[in-house]
């Protein structure tokens, strides 16, 4: 057995002349992707006896999770946090460690105004001054119509089709919306929930998310991504390895071919 410190890569075995499938001699699970559900993904397999290597594309862990550091100071550029409801995320927090380090989100929202002025809104209220008559009568019609209203479908899986919410996106949704409501809360909480925008998000999704918000959300010193860096020092991760493609055998994934050609 080769010693994962000196070459933690799996041997590549030649198939008919070809390098186009990368067989593991040491493994037997191929997680493709180190997003955090790959990583979770990865971690069960272990716990569970599979010899597993994940594959990343990208040359660091979390995927959509992930932050910035300048000059000693971190922001999120990724997911924001960590509802109280994600209960796996929870158990894997606590798991390596990290549960101590969660701090509840909130305080001051800074908006820049079209004008270049700021805006520092830390209150319902102070929101609803920026907001004026017309963005507070949006506001209302938001909560009372989506935020309040139940919903028929599962917060975690699409469990069946949903045809009035599959096919529209939240921009066509919420066409009746004034201007300020739309740039000063639908736009930024969009980006914050799906880090995209309501013409790219559709409106199962944006709902989906919208329902988490009645749950805490928390966050972890030091950015969010510390739990996705955390798991994947304890598993086998090859970075900058894209997969192109998944070979499928009698029904069943028998192999992968990289974006390299092999």
């Known amino acids: 057995k080769r010693s994962w410190a000196s070459d933690p890569w799996p041997r590549l075995r030649r198939r008919a002349g070809r390098m186009d499938i990368v067989t593991m001699e040491e493994f037997d699970t191929l997680v493709v992707g180190a997003g955090v559900s790959g990583l979770a993904a990865a971690h069960d397999l272990h716990h569970a006896g599979r010899k597993v290597l994940v594959v990343e594309s990208s040359n660091r862990p979390g995927g959509r999770v992930a932050r910035i550091e300048h000059r000693g100071d971190t922001a999120e550029a990724g997911a924001q946090g960590y509802f ?83 096919a529209v996106s939240a921009a066509e949704e919420f066409a009746w919306a004034g201007r300020a409501f739309r740039d000063l809360v639908l736009r930024p909480m969009t980006h914050m929930m799906t880090t995209s925008t309501l013409e790219e998000t559709g409106l199962y999704y944006f709902l989906n998310v919208l329902g988490q918000t009645a749950h805490k959300n928390y966050y972890l010193l030091g950015g969010n991504a510390r739990l996705a860096e955390k798991m994947a020092q304890a598993l086998p991760v090859r970075y900058g390895t894209a997969v192109k493609s998944l070979h499928m055998s009698d029904r069943e994934i028998a192999g992968v071919e990289l974006e390299d050609g092999s």
């Open 84 to 166: 109280d409801n994600y209960t796996q995320a929870m158990e894997l927090l606590a798991h390596y460690g990290l549960d101590g380090d969660l701090r509840a989100s909130g305080g001051k929202s800074l908006y820049l105004m079209p004008d270049g002025s700021r805006r520092s809104v830390a209150s319902n209220f102070d929101l609803l001054k920026l907001l004026g008559l017309r963005g507070a009568l949006d506001l209302a019609r938001f909560y009372f119509g989506y935020v309040r209203r139940p919903r028929d479908f599962s917060p975690f899986e699409i469990a069946e089709p949903v045809p009035q919410s599959d």
